[in-house]
Nanobody, 111 residues
């Protein structure tokens, strides 16, 4: 199974983007799903995670602005990002089961 992430881009502060991560197989079987990000010079950090029970966890820095969701029919997990800030600039990675990573998609927020 592979994960293919997309949807990154350049956006101004306050704008929105929706990231998508599509699995080549059933996303339901992969376990917990999540989005992480890594800014230059920083460690990769969790942004949002969805456990098997469907409960969502968000880092404090994105609570109220980001939403993680899935479409099992499309084997896709999404990250809706609203009210983007400069500090959201990073490469975003999707993760499944704690071990399977997508290739990363760049999000750049400019003023």
């Amino acid at each position: 199974v592979q994960l293919q992430a997309s949807g990154g881009g350049l956006v101004k502060t306050g704008g929105s983007l929706r990231l998508s991560c599509t699995a080549s197989g059933s996303i339901v079987s992969l376990g917990a799903l999540g989005w992480y990000r890594q800014a230059p010079g920083k460690e990769r950090e969790v942004v949002a995670r969805l456990n098997r029970g469907g409960n969502a966890f968000y880092d404090d820095s994105v609570k109220g602005r980001f939403t993680i969701s899935t479409d099992s029919a499309k084997n896709t997990v999404y990250l809706q990002m609203n009210e983007l800030k400069l500090e959201d600039t990073a490469v975003y990675y999707c993760n499944a089961g704690g071990w399977l990573w997508g290739q990363g998609t760049q999000v750049t927020v400019s003023s």
